[in-house]
């Protein structure tokens, strides 16, 4: 008697898998790459099949396998088209970076100066404070314990030097000398 049942996709991926990864692998390049196609595959053939049957499951992982090969041939297009590959740290530094205008750059001296004078008018201790605080990342107590202050005084301290920052970009902006919506940058516009 000739067993006509039909084989489970199981049986069907495991008899057939070697010639599944070796078309794949003649497709995209990569052995790593196909084994991961076959394996998509197959998971996509077994929800394909949780919905409908599937008559003729062989020649389906085939088509689905090959279709899952041109769709990551396609990204990688996609990809070597935005990403340029084999770039020399020599081709990088050629890379010009964005420089702003001659305008812009006078802009931001003049007002660069301008927070100099403000941050000048503060005591040492505050202009300590506030570099700890704002640029090295210390909290209220380190600062204290290194400055050998109460917290007190540092909060105190951080508040006028703080302060004076904000009553400089008032300034600024009263002037016309906005901030710009970009974070540590002063831009020149006029409203």
């Known amino acids: 008697m000739v067993d006509t049942a039909k084989p489970t996709l199981d049986a069907v991926f495991m008899g057939h898998r070697g010639a599944l990864v070796r078309l794949l692998v003649r497709m995209v390049g990569s052995a790593a790459t196909a084994e991961d196609l076959a394996h998509e595959a197959y998971l996509k053939v077994r929800a394909a099949e949780r919905e409908r049957p599937v008559e003729h499951p062989i020649p389906f992982l085939f088509q689905t396998a090959r279709n899952l090969a ?32 001659p305008e812009i750059e006078a802009g931001d001296r003049q007002r660069l100066a301008r927070m100099e004078t403000a941050l000048a008018a503060l005591s040492e201790r505050q202009r300590s404070i506030l570099l700890l605080n704002r640029m090295e990342g210390l909290s209220h107590a380190e600062i204290a314990e290194r400055l050998d202050v109460s917290v007190s005084t540092v ?32 831009l020149g516009e006029r409203p």
């Open 155 to 186: 909060q105190k301290d951080l508040k006028t030097a703080l302060l004076a920052c904000l009553e400089m970009f008032a300034r600024l902006d009263r002037e016309g000398l906005r901030i710009s919506p970009r974070p540590n940058v002063l």
């Open 70 to 101: 041109f769709d990551h041939l396609r990204r990688e297009r996609r990809h070597a088209a935005v990403v340029v590959q084999d770039v020399t740290d020599e081709g990088m530094a050629e890379v010009a970076a964005p420089s702003p205008s």
